[in-house]
């Protein structure tokens, strides 16, 4: 089970840092992702990272300004997102892989979280 956290309002510019929670499973034996979800759009891809946290994967649209990370020892994911634009408003949502996979592909991971409502106001 995955429990995200962290979303709210914030003015562009600004910064929030998201967390994901894992229970129930070894959360290092995981690949994580993160994925966002606009009004009205398909939900993308956001950044991923593999379970010993080796070199992360980004959207174009975040690099440099998001930065994906995890502390195996809490069983915790985080995005902490940086330079906050309108365009970054969706609900977020972190998932997870069984195994040293990850990928931008969001059919590829078996677990989800609930989604947390980022808005950034202009």
């Known amino acids: 089970q995955l429990q995200a956290s962290g979303g709210g309002l914030v003015q562009a510019g600004g910064s929030l840092m998201l967390s994901c929670a894992a229970s129930g499973r070894t959360f290092s034996n995981y690949g994580v992702g993160w994925f966002r979800q606009a009004p009205g759009k398909e939900r993308d891809f956001v950044a991923a990272?593999?379970?010993?946290?080796?070199?992360?994967l980004y959207a174009g649209s975040v690099k440099g300004r998001f930065t994906i990370s995890r502390d195996n020892a809490k069983n915790t994911m985080y995005l902490q997102m940086n330079n906050l634009k309108p365009e970054d408003t969706a609900v977020y949502y972190c998932a997870a892989t069984p195994g040293p996979n990850y990928s931008d592909y969001d059919g590829g991971y078996s677990y989800w979280g609930q989604g947390t409502l980022v808005t950034v106001s202009s």
């Open positions: 990272l593999s379970w010993n946290g080796g070199k992360p």
